[in-house]
């Protein structure tokens, strides 16, 4: 896996269909609860965004959004469930980077990670952190840095399954300063953050979705944040490259998902309602004090999400093949 890693360092440095329902079928959307999966655990950064902006759509849709969490297997078990579920615009899915990296990663899957899918819009692009248990003996980067690479074969670093964001920052880090650490997979970085805060696992790279909280109340250590400026949430907190990793720089985008044959008036109405959502002042205030933002609206469009996916596939799959890595 450390070749892999080094490839995604070098590129990151360098920057089941079912049938169509018919829309004279649909009188009218949505017309019942719609049910959003998060393809990882409860808790986590994904399931955070999720709920705010499942909340504020409902809202805009006067139907409730019910959030289900259904993760394992890198954030494919939830997927598949939505690849495979009726294409009326009622089952969704909110998921994030593993959907570039996941069609290359898996070559052996129950449904088509691409064509699968209707994309409806892309949500936000989220910061990550790297964080470790509070007794942790290093405050730097720098200082972590040397205890990584003194104490490797001891240390542990959790992760969301392979290719989850977890797990591709965590090359990225084992990369940079040339040391493999355990990996220690959970069904998402929620219950992986309990662990780490429990001081049962050593190291974990996460959205700031899930660690800003945690790193104000100095219940974890941080070291560095994955961007290339500070971030208003954690303005103490140093980037990587200045605490000596310029090349640890990632940033985990999302975006959400209809079945593929999803009337395409039903993906529109629900981009219209993602719109709304995203411009919603709650979320905007929740999202700023979790170390994020909403995309532009004009990339919360279907176009723009097929876009941007499509061209995330093709970044990451030379890197991928050229390491031979594969989830399988
Ligand atoms: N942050 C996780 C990841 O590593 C997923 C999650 O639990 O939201 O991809």
Known sequence: MLRLARRLLLA????????????????????????????????GPTDTVTRLV???????????????????AGGTLGAQRVANARPDGHTLLLHHIGMATTPT????????????????????????TLVARNNFPATTLAEAVAIIRRDQDKLNYANAGIGAASHLCGL??????????TTVPFRGTGPAMQELLAG????????TTNTTEQILGHQLKVFAVTTQSRI??????????????PAFEVSVWHGLY?????????????????????????????????????????????????????????????IIQAAGQFAD
């Not at 909340?55 to 289900?68: C, I, N, P, S, Y």
């Not at 052996?108 to 691409?114: E, G, M, N």
């Not at 049962?200 to 959205?207: E, H, P, T």
């Not at 529109?268 to 999202?287: E, T, Y």
Request: with cysteine.
């Open 54 to 72: 499942a909340e504020a759509m409902g809202r805009d849709l006067g139907q409730t959004m019910v959030v289900e969490n259904v993760g394992g």
């Open 172 to 181: 990225l880090l084992m990369s940079a300063v040339n040391a493999p650490m």
């Open 232 to 245: 208003g949430a954690l303005p103490n907190v140093p980037t990587s490259a200045e605490g000596g990793l």
């Open 105 to 128: 990663l898996y070559r052996r899957l129950a449904y088509d990670p691409v064509g699968g899918f209707e994309p409806v819009g892309l949500v936000t692009e989220v910061p990550m």
């Open 12 to 43: 990151l440095a360098a920057g089941t269909a079912l049938s169509a329902v018919p829309a004279e079928a649909q009188p009218s959307f949505p017309n019942r609860t719609l049910t959003v999966i998060v393809p990882f655990a409860a808790g």
């Open 258 to 318: 209809a079945p593929k044959a999803t009337p395409p008036e039903i993906v529109n109405r629900l981009s219209q309602s993602l719109q709304v959502a995203l411009r919603d002042p709650r979320l905007v205030a929740r999202f700023r004090e979790l170390g994020t933002e909403p995309v532009a609206q004009d990339r919360a469009t279907p176009a723009a999400h097929r876009a941007f996916w499509t061209a995330d596939i093709a970044k990451w799959r030379p």
């Open 200 to 207: 049962r696992i050593d190291l974990m790279c996460d959205q």
